[in-house]
């Protein structure tokens, strides 16, 4: 116990003299005996021992520190390093602390983390490793060795400066095979890619899907790291983002689960059953225009479901392939008219060669040439229309800023069952002399 006395006046000159030094030693140490030593020096020489800390490792150091020693530290610190070590910390750290915040610091870390809804910021993970630039290999493998115990190892480690500055990041090969004297600036590789934390989540997939990578870091403006974005993350967050979109599209709501409370389902499914009933009243207000037409040919009542419906699954077939392109970032913003008129010549296309088709089954079912055109031509309108509007209604929202996946297939289907019923009975009115 004395000669461990003894040592705290050299420890403490070591931090007075040369406080980077000093603060990257720590940073090779296990978090406890790093603890004792901070734990041992003049509160002031502890604070600014963090002020040096990379944020991951100033996080770590204080999971096991009393409430006391966090107020006070976090009190000395610059509002945004205080920021980004909060942020470091656990879920659980965050509660554990934050009624000890002082209430102005408390006020400067929320504005800091005021990220949106979509941004880096707000899906980066805090799980990842930072160490010095002047730390040695075999000091930064045995650091990651320990960490390893606790949790799975990093396939990374990312080297700060002394201001905690991202300067660059190092292979685990590149490691493994360097001199274990060296020091990490000089194995490390500075061509890094990092994003900002308030990049759009939509650009951070684009860049991780264009480049491979599985992870990026996060900085912030003065390229402080944050965090890091991890790519089967992404993964994730877009297969549930897929699977409410889908319930989206039919009018569910994208919360509800196969279990959801009856009472839950209903508030979610029956505003949209209703809004359903409206669209379907104003299809059956065309079908009115045009009764005495049907009055006089009720043949024409049979072929109506087959020019709505053939309308509504071309609609359905382009819906699904641009919802799967918005989800999965694929259709880029100056490519938006390009994918409507893709869509519209496909609808055409299909128009023609299923109009085609039918025209020939109403001709020889009934035996008139002239509903065989009827028909036809009203299946080349509606697939046309089918085409245009189920590109056009998501890619419209998504621009308006608004979720493109609420219930498009309600309002698709709206559309080709007017445009179906109104163009068939049209073409039907034009050719009314050659139907008899």
Do not use: C
């Not at 000159?13 to 901070?38: I, N």
């Not at 009624?99 to 799980?127: C, F, W």
């Not at 519209?344 to 001709?363: E, H, K, M, Q």
């Amino acid at each position: 116990m004395a000669h461990r006395s003894a040592l705290i006046p050299l420890v403490q000159r070591f931090f007075e003299h040369d406080p980077v030094a000093a603060v990257q030693s720590l940073e090779t140490m296990k978090e406890s005996d790093a603890m004792k030593v901070l734990r041992a020096l003049p509160a002031p020489l502890a604070v600014q021992a963090f002020r040096f800390l990379s944020a991951g490792h100033a996080a770590r150091l204080l999971e096991d520190a009393p409430p006391d020693i966090f107020r006070e530290i976090l009190d000395k610190l610059e509002p945004r390093q205080g920021a980004t070590l909060f942020l470091n910390l656990s879920d659980e750290d965050r509660e554990k602390f934050l009624e000890h915040v002082p209430e102005k610091t408390r006020a400067k870390i929320a504005e800091l983390l005021q990220y949106p809804e979509n941004s880096a910021g707000r899906i980066m993970s805090t799980d990842f490793l930072t160490l010095h630039t002047s730390v040695k290999v075999k000091d930064a493998i045995r650091r990651i060795r320990a960490l390893s115990r606790r949790n799975a190892p990093a396939s990374y480690v990312y080297v700060v400066d002394s201001e905690d500055h991202l300067v660059g990041v190092i292979n685990m090969r590149d490691m493994l095979i360097a001199s274990s004297t060296q020091t990490l600036e000089s194995v490390m590789r500075t061509d890094i890619v990092s994003v900002n934390s308030f990049l759009d989540r939509e650009e951070v997939a684009n860049l991780l899907s264009r480049l491979r990578y599985f992870a990026a870091p996060v900085v912030d403006s003065e390229n402080r790291m944050l965090g890091v974005v991890k790519a089967d993350e992404l993964i994730s967050d877009v297969q549930d983002e897929a699977t409410e979109d889908i319930q989206k599209m039919f009018g569910a709501g994208g919360d509800e689960r196969a279990m959801s409370p009856v009472l839950f389902s209903l508030r979610k499914r029956l505003p949209w059953l209703h809004v359903n009933l409206g669209t379907a009243f104003l299809a059956a207000s065309v079908v009115g225009l045009f009764e005495d037409v049907i009055a006089r040919f009720t043949v024409l009542a049979v072929f109506l479901p087959v020019v709505a419906g053939q309308g509504g699954n071309a609609g359905a077939q382009t819906l699904a392939v641009v919802m799967r392109g918005l989800v999965l970032r694929e259709i880029p913003r100056g490519k938006i008219w390009r994918l409507i008129l893709k869509e519209t010549s496909v609808g055409i296309l299909n128009g023609v060669a299923i109009g085609l088709v039918t025209a020939l089954v109403a001709w020889m079912w009934h035996g008139n040439a002239v509903l065989g055109v009827v028909i036809g031509l009203a299946m080349i309108v509606n697939l046309f229309a089918a085409g245009l509007s189920g590109a056009a209604i998501p890619l419209t929202m998504k621009t308006m800023g608004l979720d493109p996946a609420q219930s498009s297939s309600i309002v698709l289907t709206t559309v080709t069952d007017v445009v179906g019923f109104f163009s068939f009975l049209g073409f039907a009115v034009l050719f009314q002399n050659h139907l008899a």
